[in-house]
């Protein structure tokens, strides 16, 4: 499994040879640096440890400038592992580019959601509204939480109630690769990533079956403006 670190701009939209509008959210790719394998013999698992971003050395704890420093690096804001045995080429302290995805990849893209704070079950667990005729008294209620005396009136774990809603990791699945561009340091994804803006993602192969497609021809504004 092949993966990298990036921060998520935002969304935009390109246009495809045929004419097609591509909605893509836009990932800025800076060059990962390798912080440390993890082999099976000495850890259980192979993977590599990426770090993105410099963080200032007064901002890291003494654990995390040492642990950087084994690969010639400033400690990093966000550090991540990547499973397998696709990226082990890779030595400690040695740069990983967004390159490493091409267009036509299938990937998967994990985040932190967008927190939404304290909602009510109707936002939060998509439950319908109440009757909204005039005398109702019940609009947006939760609704009953009885439970016939089944188990002496307790409320099971894991009942849908209000509550905090968001913030919390997710993954968009099979997403694609529409363009990678290795000299602006960015990835275009088509569709929609978890997270707010400047919020940190963690880019990986896709785990369904089918790994890439066709990659998808843009048209190039970039010649016509030059013209």
Request: proline share 3%.
């Given at each position: 499994?092949?993966?990298?670190?990036?921060?998520?701009?935002?969304?935009?939209?390109?246009?495809?040879?045929?004419?097609?509008?591509?909605?893509?959210?836009?990932?800025?790719?800076?060059?990962?640096?390798?912080?440390?394998?993890?082999?099976?013999?000495?850890?259980?698992?192979?993977?590599?440890?990426?770090?993105?971003?410099?963080?200032?050395?007064?901002?890291?704890?003494?654990?995390?400038?040492?642990?950087?420093?084994?690969?010639?690096?400033?400690?990093?804001?966000f550090v991540a592992e990547i499973r397998g045995d696709a990226m082990f080429d890779?030595?400690?302290?040695?740069?990983?580019?967004?390159?490493?995805?091409?267009?036509?990849?299938?990937?998967?893209?994990?985040?932190?959601?967008?927190?939404?704070?304290?909602?009510?079950?109707?936002?939060?667990?998509?439950?319908?509204?109440?009757?909204?005729?005039?005398?109702?008294?019940?609009?947006?209620?939760?609704?009953?939480?009885?439970?016939?005396?089944?188990?002496?009136?307790?409320?099971?774990?894991?009942?849908?109630?209000?509550?905090?809603?968001?913030?919390?990791?997710?993954?968009?699945?099979?997403?694609?690769?529409?363009?990678?561009?290795?000299?602006?340091?960015?990835?275009?994804?088509?569709?929609?990533?978890?997270?707010?803006?400047?919020?940190?993602?963690?880019?990986?192969?896709?785990?369904?079956?089918?790994?890439?497609?066709?990659?998808?021809?843009?048209?190039?504004?970039?010649?016509?403006?030059?013209?």
């Amino acid at each position: 499994m092949k993966g990298i670190l990036g921060r998520k701009v935002g969304m935009t939209q390109v246009f495809t040879e045929d004419g097609l509008l591509v909605p893509v959210t836009v990932i800025e790719i800076q060059p990962n640096v390798v912080l440390q394998k993890k082999t099976e013999k000495t850890d259980g698992y192979n993977s590599i440890q990426l770090g993105v971003e410099d963080k200032k050395t007064q901002r890291s704890t003494k654990p995390e400038i040492g642990h950087a420093k084994k690969a010639n690096s400033a400690p990093k804001k966000f550090v991540a592992e990547i499973r397998g045995d696709a990226m082990f080429d890779f030595e400690v302290g040695q740069e990983v580019k967004a390159d490493v995805f091409a267009a036509g990849d299938l990937i998967d893209v994990s985040g932190t959601s967008k927190g939404r704070g304290y909602t009510g079950a109707i936002v939060r667990n998509n439950q319908h509204l109440g009757p909204a005729s005039h005398g109702s008294g019940h609009h947006r209620g939760i609704g009953s939480l009885a439970t016939g005396g089944r188990n002496n009136g307790i409320i099971n774990k894991g009942r849908i109630m209000a509550g905090q809603h968001g913030g919390f990791s997710t993954t968009n699945r099979n997403l694609e690769v529409v363009k990678v561009d290795t000299e602006k340091d960015y990835m275009l994804v088509k569709g929609n990533v978890p997270g707010p803006r400047r919020g940190f993602v963690i880019v990986k192969t896709t785990t369904k079956r089918v790994k890439s497609k066709t990659a998808t021809t843009l048209v190039d504004l970039t010649a016509a403006k030059e013209e």
